[in-house]
């Protein structure tokens, strides 16, 4: 049983996600909640509403699922397009400001012993 659910052009930089997703790869579903629950970083939040997601697409495809047999098997984050915005300097220069995206794909399976 596997299922899987990503979220693109999310803001943040993907360096800064892989961070959060390092922390709950191969944990169970209700300690990588927690995890992401009490975690201070922004991307974790955006990876919390993404792991429910997943969490109800799951349940969606086989409805009595037990959650705590359940983990994280798959969490990628990669680099998004950029936004590419101008900020006016001194001597009428323009300065270019890059506000990063990232793709975040999460997928939570089964693990058979």
Same mark, same amino acid.
């Given at each position: ?9 999310? +803001? *943040?930089?993907? =360096? ?11 944990k169970?579903? $209700?300690e990588a909640? /927690?995890i992401l629950r009490f975690? =201070?970083? =922004?991307?974790? /939040?955006?990876? *919390?509403?993404l ?11 086989? $409805?009595r699922?037990d ?10 984050a990669?680099?998004? $397009?950029?936004?590419?915005?101008? +900020?006016p +300097?001194?001597? *009428?220069?323009?300065?270019?400001? =890059?506000?990063q ?5 999460l997928?939570?399976s089964?693990?058979?012993?």
């Amino acid at each position: 049983m596997e299922a899987t659910a990503k979220l693109r052009f999310a +803001r *943040g930089s993907a =360096r800064k996600a892989r961070l959060v997703l390092d922390q709950i790869r191969y944990k169970s579903v $209700p300690e990588a909640q /927690g995890i992401l629950r009490f975690s =201070r970083r =922004r991307a974790a /939040g955006h990876i *919390g509403k993404l792991l429910d997601s997943a969490v109800a697409n799951a349940l969606v495809k086989e $409805p009595r699922l037990d959650l705590n047999q359940m983990f994280v098997t798959e969490a990628m984050a990669d680099s998004g $397009p950029q936004m590419k915005r101008y +900020r006016p +300097r001194a001597h *009428g220069r323009a300065y270019m400001i =890059r506000k990063q995206t990232c793709h975040i794909s999460l997928g939570i399976s089964k693990i058979e012993e």
